[in-house]
């Protein structure tokens, strides 16, 4: 079956470094992958997609990576701020089918001042 | 652009009682698709209406309902309430339904908590 996985243990790390949370997935050949924020008690917030024959996307300080031969996406925050603090989800997906979007469990980040 | 937004915030409710949620789209998105998120499962695909009609429905008992309005506002319907249905609720709107070959983001609310007692 389908398996998604993130970092179940939170991620310490000091501000000012960079954070990289892993997206590792199985039985999936997703045409593109996205990440998503989620701040405690609020819906996720899209950040950033990136498809299959992408291997790296930037938006301000964060860089996703997508390698479809390790079947795995590597998400990183540069000069991390404590207001980066919160859970990313991903989420893969093949691009069409039947199937909703799914995400993984999700990664929380907290950044120590 | 206003959000998306959810209707009741909190919830709370008997086990064998009824509920029924509300979302409101982004102005513009005909897709809606719901979510329950729960610490143990993680985010968990329910349902997604694109213009009123059901695309996909994820592993969920018929005890849980959707439906979709013609102004693409969605409601999500849970019968037989148990204590396990406990959870966020979640609602997101897109452009496009997820079978499309062009894939937008999903807008989420910030979801209804209901619980189950």
């Known amino acids: 079956s389908q398996k998604i996985e993130q970092n179940s243990e939170a991620l310490n790390i000091q501000e000012g470094k960079t954070a990289t949370l892993t997206c590792n997935y199985t039985?999936?050949?997703?045409?593109?992958l996205q990440w998503y924020r989620q701040d405690p008690g609020r819906g996720p917030v899209f950040l950033l997609l990136?498809?299959?024959?992408?291997k790296e996307k930037r938006k301000e300080r964060l860089k996703v990576t997508f390698d479809t031969t390790l079947k795995q996406s590597l998400f990183h925050i540069t000069a991390s701020q404590p207001a980066d603090s919160a859970t990313y989800l991903c989420?893969?997906?093949?691009?069409?089918?039947?199937?909703?979007?799914?995400f993984g469990k999700g990664t929380h980040l907290i950044i120590q001042p | 652009k206003a959000g998306v937004t959810q209707t009741p915030r909190y919830l709370i409710k008997t086990r064998g009682q009824q509920v029924t949620l509300s979302c409101s789209p982004i102005s513009g998105h005909r897709s809606v698709s719901w979510y329950q998120q729960t610490p143990g499962q993680g985010l968990q695909f329910l349902f997604e209406?694109?213009?009123?009609?059901?695309?996909n429905k994820g592993n969920f008992p018929g005890r849980f309902s959707g439906r979709q309005f013609s102004n693409s506002r969605s409601e999500m319907n849970v019968s037989t309430l148990e204590l396990g249905d406990s959870a966020l609720y979640l609602c997101?709107?897109?452009?496009?339904?997820?079978?499309?070959?062009?894939?937008?983001?999903?807008?989420f609310g910030n979801g209804t908590r209901l619980t189950v007692t």
């Open positions: 990136i498809r299959e024959n992408e």
């Open positions: 997101a709107s897109s452009q496009t339904p997820r079978d499309s070959s062009y894939n937008s983001p999903l807008h």
């Open positions: 989420a893969p997906h093949s691009g069409g089918g039947a199937d909703g979007l799914t």
């Open positions: 209406y694109f213009s009123e009609t059901q695309r």
């Open positions: 039985n999936y050949s997703p045409a593109y």
